[in-house]
Protein backbone atom coordinates (compact mmCIF):
# COMPACT_ATOMS: atom_id res chain seq x y z
CA UNK A 1 0.00 0.00 0.00
CA UNK A 2 1.14 3.53 -0.93
CA UNK A 3 0.88 6.02 1.50
CA UNK A 4 -2.15 7.94 0.66
CA UNK A 5 -3.66 4.89 1.09
CA UNK A 6 -2.46 4.22 4.34
CA UNK A 7 -4.04 7.34 5.56
CA UNK A 8 -7.16 6.77 4.27
CA UNK A 9 -6.94 3.08 5.77
CA UNK A 10 -6.26 4.79 8.78
CA UNK A 11 -8.56 7.86 8.61
CA UNK A 12 -11.58 5.68 8.03
CA UNK A 13 -10.38 3.27 10.81
CA UNK A 14 -10.92 6.20 13.18
CA UNK A 15 -14.01 7.54 11.95
CA UNK A 16 -15.17 3.90 12.89
CA UNK A 17 -13.87 4.09 16.08
CA UNK A 18 -15.50 7.66 16.30
CA UNK A 19 -19.18 6.43 15.62
CA UNK A 20 -18.73 3.31 17.85
CA UNK A 21 -18.25 5.58 20.84
CA UNK A 22 -21.08 7.88 19.62
CA UNK A 23 -23.58 5.06 19.55
CA UNK A 24 -22.42 3.49 22.50
CA UNK A 25 -22.97 7.13 24.20
CA UNK A 26 -26.34 7.46 22.84
CA UNK A 27 -27.30 3.61 24.24
CA UNK A 28 -26.18 4.70 27.39
CA UNK A 29 -27.77 7.98 27.52
CA UNK A 30 -31.04 6.41 26.25
CA UNK A 31 -30.79 3.67 29.51
CA UNK A 32 -30.74 6.47 32.02
CA UNK A 33 -33.11 8.39 30.76
CA UNK A 34 -35.42 5.25 30.91
CA UNK A 35 -34.01 4.77 34.25
CA UNK A 36 -34.48 8.22 35.78
CA UNK A 37 -38.23 8.37 34.55
CA UNK A 38 -39.33 4.50 35.99
CA UNK A 39 -37.74 6.49 39.20
CA UNK A 40 -40.03 9.36 39.22
CA UNK A 41 -42.88 7.38 38.50
CA UNK A 42 -42.04 5.13 41.89
CA UNK A 43 -41.97 8.14 43.92
CA UNK A 44 -45.02 9.88 42.53
CA UNK A 45 -46.71 6.56 42.98
CA UNK A 46 -45.14 6.72 46.52
CA UNK A 47 -46.23 10.12 47.28
CA UNK A 48 -50.14 9.31 45.88
CA UNK A 49 -50.18 6.09 48.10
CA UNK A 50 -48.68 7.90 51.60
CA UNK A 51 -51.53 10.92 50.96
CA UNK A 52 -54.37 8.26 50.32
CA UNK A 53 -53.30 6.91 53.88
CA UNK A 54 -53.06 9.88 55.62
CA UNK A 55 -56.40 11.40 53.95
CA UNK A 56 -58.17 7.91 54.25
CA UNK A 57 -57.14 6.23 56.98
CA UNK A 58 -56.68 9.14 59.86
CA UNK A 59 -58.37 7.71 62.84
Aim: proline share 0%.
Amino acid sequence: MDKKSQKDEQRRIAENQVEASRSEHNSKHKRTGITLNVLIILVSLAIVGVLWLVFFFNG
